[in-house]
């Protein structure tokens, strides 16, 4: 494992640690927050490269709180997979991109209509970011 | 002439051909040979749609006008309407390409941040047996099924397969799975698909463009079986098959799968004789009507335009 991969890994891991003291969060965090709510030894601009980089994605929501940012996840962790499934499932069909890429197993499209159903959401956009919904 | 000829092609090319080839069975015995064979149905049909557009003009001239006069303005006038034709059928190929290869890769982009951060740690390390360059994700989920997204260039592309997956396989036909989604991102399948997406979103109507983009699809998959054969065995790919299609509710797209995994156990592998016969059909589809229409036209053409 190179050098570049491992930091990659590594980054990767850390971007996940943050999102879950995101989602697992009531309100919007500082970097300060997330930073003290790691509990490990990160340097403060570490966590504020991986919340700007989470940001940078689409991933995250930055909001100006007076003097300091506050981050938000975008979307809730279960809004996150279900677009994903959407996403991977829906891959049939007249698309406007080419495919993911070829599935072992495809879901038809009833399923991934049921589940745009499910998420009240219109076809082939993202799920929004409303208020919490567990049920989803 | 060459104009007929090269709109019946152009027609024969887009219709018939590609509905009988659609249709074939013995495709499935060699699909590597076959795909290709798709590919150069598709490149000749391009061919011959252009080339007709560039020579009707000219033949037009050639029957409305005596000889002396296909010069000046009537010249100038069925040049440009040719390279007009013509540039219609190719910036509109290019043009639904490049913005399928943007949105493609923004989605695909997108996607992969969402699975990377979505994925069960503890779980990729249990999967060992990855072939470098690839990174396995598991996500949640209560169906069992497997995909592959393409990486950027020079960057790892993810297999991702949900929980259910691996409660479902035994370790064999998991193996045979993620042999199967490492071939898709190997050989670039994705390329593939993406050129007759593309072909069939710049002429939905009229050709048989649907039909090609998804008999092409079921050939990858073949293909991709046959990678999953060959290192993990027939039992364990077919295995795979079976328990995502007896897992998923629904039923059309399960008939793929199950022709796929009834394929493997009934062995279907085609001879070199077969594959041998393919490519040399894909070979001479583009060669033979450059030789015999092309070639001789543009002899007789160039001339007239004063190209000699
Ligand atoms: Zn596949």
Redesign the pocket.
Same mark, same amino acid.
């Given at each position: 494992m190179s050098l570049g991969t491992l930091a990659r890994v590594a980054l990767g891991e850390l971007e996940r640690a943050v999102m879950a003291q995101l989602w697992s969060a009531d309100a919007p965090l500082t970097v300060r927050d997330v930073h003290d709510r790691l509990e490990r030894e990160l340097a403060y601009t570490t966590v504020m490269t991986v919340l700007g980089r989470l940001a940078k994605k689409g991933l995250v929501r930055q909001e100006r709180d007076g003097k300091a940012y506050r981050y938000a996840a975008a979307a809730s962790r279960e809004q996150m997979a279900a677009e994903v499934m959407i996403d991977a499932l829906g891959d049939v069909g007249e698309d406007r991109t080419a495919a993911l /890429?070829?599935? /072992?197993d495809r879901v038809g499209p009833a399923e991934a209509e049921a589940l745009r159903r499910a998420l009240d959401t219109p076809a082939g956009t993202p799920p929004p970011t409303p208020p919490r919904s567990p049920e989803s | 002439m060459a104009s007929v000829w090269l709109t019946g092609l152009a027609l024969v090319l887009a219709g018939p051909v590609p509905a009988l080839l659609a249709r074939a069975r013995w495709t499935r015995a060699v699909p590597r040979a076959a795909i290709v064979l798709w590919q150069a149905v598709a490149v000749a049909a391009v061919l011959a749609a252009v080339g007709s557009a560039l020579a009707a003009p000219e033949a037009l001239l050639r029957v409305l006008t005596h000889p002396q006069d296909r010069t000046g303005v009537p010249l100038v006038i069925a040049v440009g309407v040719a390279a007009l034709l013509a540039s219609l059928i190719v910036v509109r190929l290019l043009g639904v390409l490049v913005l399928l290869a943007v949105r493609t890769r923004v989605r695909r982009a997108r996607h992969r941040d969402m699975v990377d951060l979505l994925a069960r740690a503890e779980q990729n390390l249990a999967v060992g047996s990855l072939r470098s360059g690839t990174v396995l994700r598991v996500l949640d989920g209560a169906v069992p099924f497997a995909?592959?997204v393409p990486g950027r260039v020079g960057r790892e592309g993810r297999v991702v397969v949900t929980g259910a997956t691996l409660d479902t396989l035994c370790p064999d036909e998991l193996s045979a799975v993620i042999a =199967? *989604?490492q071939a =898709?991102l190997a050989a670039r399948h994705d390329l593939v698909r993406e050129g007759f997406t593309a072909l069939h979103q710049a002429f939905p109507v009229v050709v048989r463009s649907r039909e090609a983009r998804d008999a092409v699809a079921l050939l990858? *998959?073949m293909l991709?079986d046959d990678a999953g054969r060959r290192t993990h065995g027939d039992t364990a790919m077919a295995g795979a098959l079976d328990a995502f299609a007896s897992s998923g509710a629904s039923v059309d797209a399960n008939d793929e799968v199950l022709m796929r995994r009834d394929r493997i156990r009934a062995h279907v592998r085609g001879g070199r004789a077969l594959a041998v016969g393919t490519y040399l059909a894909a070979v001479a589809l583009v060669v033979v009507p450059t030789v015999t229409i092309v070639i001789p036209w543009l002899g007789e053409a160039l001339p007239v335009v004063g190209v000699r």
């Open positions: /890429v070829a599935f /072992v | 995909y592959c =199967h *989604e =898709h990858l *998959e991709a």
